[in-house]
């Protein structure tokens, strides 16, 4: 019973969020009244109130409340629950979606082996992709309509990392979306693509990650164009 009223909670909170994003809270503060937001959830002012007060406990919105209502803007937190709905959605409605990313191949500054042989990453990697990485990540350029594309990766399920931490700092989470790597006729499946868990906007470069060296594997050099190919 007690979960029945928790989900019920949460699909309200869900709604009331997707209101108000839909009123302009998301990039913004958005203006409204708690009868504004009654008549549009089909609820009591009472219920409406509160609603918005149990956004607020969860830290999903920020409130200013003026005389005549009240300023609301939903919080990193809120917009998270909001995308994740919205990457079920998208796993329901572009199943089986292959997102390919083109660009050409590039020197990183010898980080990705650094992180990639960390042992709280390691072991999570050999146990959840099935295989041990060869110690480094292929780093590819993006071409522009790729880096748009890229996008679309969150409507893939991906395999989690979790994040983890030692004595001196914490390690963040990442994902891993499993990947073939094309170069001309050649391909090489059974690798993935890792990025943080929070990757930004616009991000122009991808970072594969393989059992194998794929510069050898594929014979690729920097510039040389490849095809990753995203797909469940
Ligand atoms: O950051 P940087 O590109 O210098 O290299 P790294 O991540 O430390 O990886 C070492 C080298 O192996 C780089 O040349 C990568 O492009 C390459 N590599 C590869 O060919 N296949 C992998 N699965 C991982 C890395």
Redesign the pocket.
Known sequence: MADATGRALAHDALATLKHLALIGAVDGQAKLSCADLADRLDTSTQTASRRLQQLEERDQIDREVVSDGQWVSITEAGVKRLRSEYDAYRRIFEAAATVELAGT??????????Y?TLPGYMAQFTELLGYE???????VDLDEESVRERARLSGIEPVEIEGWEDDERTYGPAYCYPATVVAGDESMDE?HVIAPERTHHGEDQLE???P?????ELD?ADDDEVIVRVAE
């Open positions: 191949v590039t020197s990183g500054m010898g980080e990705g082996r650094h990639i990485p060869f110690p480094g990540t292929l780093n690798t594969v990650i393989a194998v060296k794929l510069r050898d690729l």
